[in-house]
């Protein structure tokens, strides 16, 4: 399944189990050799919520949660029958969260997720820098001067601001992306965002995901960006983000403090893995 191109293998644990969930994400995941996305996704039963996610990337770490992922994890949950409730409620390692579900001829075209607060205490990523300076804290990028900003979504995530994205090409890219990802500055990686504002309604961003690499779409990072543009002054409360894959709409919401992501969510395939 695939949320804007961000594409993960989904596998039904209410009827099968999974022992080496690392293991099988990296073989799975493999563009060569296995499926190819950038991770795999278990769909398991919970006693707190109406399903549980786990989050594998394609590297075989573990991830606290992906709002691409959810949005597709919602819209197997509903569409293959395992829980008709909408609002639908996810457990993951960030926490339950709350999905509302655009349902057209019995199957799910859109979701809306409420992503919760948005963490901005160093402890939250974590990272070594202080409280006033996770805000703009400048950056020497490819021999440009740029800001980034950092949040946490239940996971981490880096967002510069200042960076020119034609700059950026695939390689540069993965210099860039991989270099920051592995910061000392963040002990346990970061997700890496690079934005140009077009308006204070309009965004547009690159992603590099912490296990993952260059992707399509990042749900979490486009929520991270969005309370970032806020925080800066750079970009309003609601902002439409563009990705390589797509658009997703974000909204920070003063009246509960939530962020909310929405999105589509399309289901390509299913099938046997023979091993």
């Known amino acids: ?31 060569n050799t296995g499926v190819g996305s950038d991770g795999l996704i278990l769909i398991a039963p919970s006693a707190s919520a ?39 409620r996810v457990e993951t390692d960030a926490g339950v969260l709350s999905l509302d579900m655009t349902v057209e001829s019995g199957r799910v075209c859109k979701v809306c997720v409420d992503l919760g607060e948005p963490r901005l205490r160093p402890e939250d990523l974590p990272t070594t820098l202080a409280a006033d300076q996770m805000t703009d804290y400048p950056l020497r990028i490819l021999g440009h001067d740029a800001l980034m900003t950092c949040i946490s979504m239940g996971n981490p995530h880096a967002v510069i601001h200042g960076m020119p994205l034609e700059l950026l090409g695939p390689d540069a890219l993965r210099k860039e992306g991989s ?22 309604r309009e965004v547009t961003m690159l992603p590099w995901e912490r296990g993952s690499g260059a992707t399509q779409a990042c749900g979490t990072g486009a929520a991270a960006v969005c309370v970032a543009g806020v925080l800066t002054g750079r970009s309003g409360r609601e902002v439409k983000v563009h990705l390589p894959g797509g658009d997703l709409e974000l909204e920070w919401r003063e009246a509960d403090n939530h962020v909310y992501l929405t999105g589509p969510a399309v289901e390509i395939f299913s099938g046997d893995w023979p091993a």
Do not use: T, W
């Open 1 to 31: 399944m695939h949320g804007l191109g961000n594409c993960y293998i989904y596998v039904n644990c209410f009827e099968q189990r999974v022992g080496d969930a690392p293991s099988l994400a990296r073989a799975m995941s493999d563009r």
């Open 50 to 88: 109406d399903a549980r996610m786990e989050i594998y990337n394609l590297d075989g770490s573990r991830a606290q949660m992906c709002g691409n992922g959810i949005r597709c994890f919602a819209k197997y949950v509903y569409d293959h029958g395992l829980c008709r409730c909408n609002p639908l």
């Open 179 to 200: 270099r920051l990802e592995c910061d000392p500055r963040f002990p346990e990686r970061v997700n890496v965002h690079f934005v140009e504002i077009a308006s204070g």
